[in-house]
Nanobody, 124 residues
């Protein structure tokens, strides 16, 4: 059974940092594209960052310079280091894995497998 389990969310003041982790039940090296998305109530899920099998990364403009996506294939774990957090970063954060394909876009519909999410709350 394919599972993705996020952890590391929490409450932090603006300017603080959090590191999200996503443990996969499968070998993440077998997936061409992994990503982090976030969602606030009443809004669509939006892409934050993706990383492909060659460790090429893609970031949403809101995350550039503040967030870093990385992965450890040996530990089957995806990470999102978030620095200089802002109140507008408050959301449920989800990790996702695509099946097949050659690209690694920040597109919700591209990803087949999803975790349950971890809440990040940033106070001003």
């Amino acid at each position: 059974q394919v599972q993705l389990v996020e952890s590391g969310g929490g409450s932090v003041q603006a300017g603080g940092s959090l590191r999200l982790s996503c443990l996969a039940s499968f070998g993440i090296a077998s997936r061409n594209c992994l990503g982090w998305f976030r969602q606030v109530p009443g809004k669509e899920r939006e892409g934050v960052a993706t990383i492909d099998s060659a460790d090429n990364t893609l970031y949403d403009d809101s995350a550039k310079g503040r967030f870093t996506i990385s992965k450890d294939n040996d530990k089957n774990t995806l990470y999102l280091q978030m620095n200089s957090l802002k109140p507008e970063d408050t959301a449920m954060y989800y990790c996702a894995a695509a099946r097949g394909g050659r690209s690694c876009p920040l597109l919700f519909g591209y990803f087949a497998d999803w975790g349950q999410g971890t809440q990040v709350t940033v106070s001003s």
